[in-house]
């Protein structure tokens, strides 16, 4: 069936780093890619999305790209802050009406001053 | 703009007691999901309802069950709970295709002594 793998945490990063978080998808059908966000104590919530290859997905400083080749939609930024540790999950969508939205792992990034 | 609403946020239980554990969304989405999340393992998926009046399996539903009252409610009942239903519990809700994010509640962090 579907899946996602997801790089393994915890990532603990010291502030000003770059990061990169690793993410490959199955390759049946044609998904749109997601990442969301998980800050203590809440729910899950959107940071960014693509919808098909190519196509970049870019909020609060945070990047992915639909790498379609690779079937991969790795995250990043550039320079974390210590605002950002959280818990990072990786969702590919493939729609229909069977509801076929799935979660990697969850990355968990720390970010320390 | 209430999003998902979950209650409760907290629950303790002794084993084999039941409950019942309420969502409502506001956006008039047609699906609406129940995960755990437990340490290590992500996001599994419990239960979901692609529209009113239909419900699925998702990848852990023993010990559970659902009722989508209406397009706005979607429960999740634990019978006789046990300590392995110990967990944290978020609902979610999404529109129709690929494309649409989905929304979280806040969660129920529920434990089973």
């Known amino acids: 069936g579907d899946s996602v793998t997801q790089m393994e945490g915890p990532v603990t990063l010291s502030e000003e780093a770059f990061l990169t978080i690793n993410c490959t998808y199955t390759a049946t059908g044609y998904p749109s890619l997601f990442w969301y966000v998980q800050y203590p104590g809440e729910g899950l919530q959107l940071l960014l999305k693509?919808?098909?290859?190519?196509d970049k997905g870019s909020n609060k400083g945070f990047e992915a790209t639909y790498r379609k080749e690779t079937t991969s939609f790795h995250l990043e930024k550039g320079s974390v802050q210590v605002s950002d540790s959280a818990v990072y999950f990786c969702a590919p969508n493939y729609g229909g009406s069977q509801g076929n939205l799935i979660f990697g792992k969850g990355t968990k990034l720390s970010v320390k001053p | 703009n209430a999003g998902v609403t979950q209650t409760p946020k907290f629950q303790v239980l002794k084993t084999g007691q039941s409950m019942t554990l309420q969502c409502a969304q506001d956006?008039?989405?047609?699906?609406m999901y129940w995960y755990r999340q437990d340490p290590g393992m992500g996001l599994r998926l419990i239960y979901y309802?692609?529209?009113?009046?239909?419900?699925d399996k998702g990848e852990v539903p023993n010990g559970y069950n659902v009722s989508r009252l209406n397009k706005r409610e979607f429960s999740l009942r634990l019978e006789s709970a046990a300590p392995s239903q110990t967990s944290v519990y978020f609902c979610?809700?999404?529109?129709?295709?690929?494309?649409?994010?989905?929304?979280f509640g806040q969660g129920t962090r529920l434990t089973v002594v």
């Open positions: 309802s692609a529209s009113e009046g239909t419900t």
């Open positions: 979610a809700s999404s529109g129709r295709g690929a494309g649409t994010e989905a929304f």
């Open positions: 956006m008039n989405h047609n699906s």
């Open positions: 693509a919808t098909k290859a190519d």
